[in-house]
């Protein structure tokens, strides 16, 4: 049933009725050549940034500062 629920939640964010047929077998298509030069230039260039970019640093990840908020409104508490 939850299966069911995410499946109609995502056909509705899609504006669909129903899910979409399959894909009809058929040949591959090919790609143009200047569609995959791009694909392949673009892949090169992040592994490149990749590359040359600092390992991060762990520590980086965590909240440096502590922030407390208290939660009661004033005058409760107190006594």
């Given amino acids: ?28 298509r090919v790609l143009p050549e200047d569609v995959r030069a791009l694909y392949n230039s673009t892949r090169e260039l992040l592994r ?4 040359l970019r ?7 990840y965590y909240a440096k500062e502590l922030h407390r908020f208290p939660m009661e409104p004033p005058g409760e508490g107190e006594g």
């Avoid at 995410?6 to 669909?16: A, E, P, T």
């Fill in 48 to 51: 490149q940034r990749a590359r």
């Fill in 1 to 28: 049933k939850r299966i069911e629920a995410v499946r109609g939640q995502i056909l509705s964010k899609l504006r669909l009725a129903a899910p979409p047929p399959p894909p009809a077998e058929g040949p591959p």
């Fill in 54 to 60: 600092p390992p991060e640093d762990p520590e980086e």
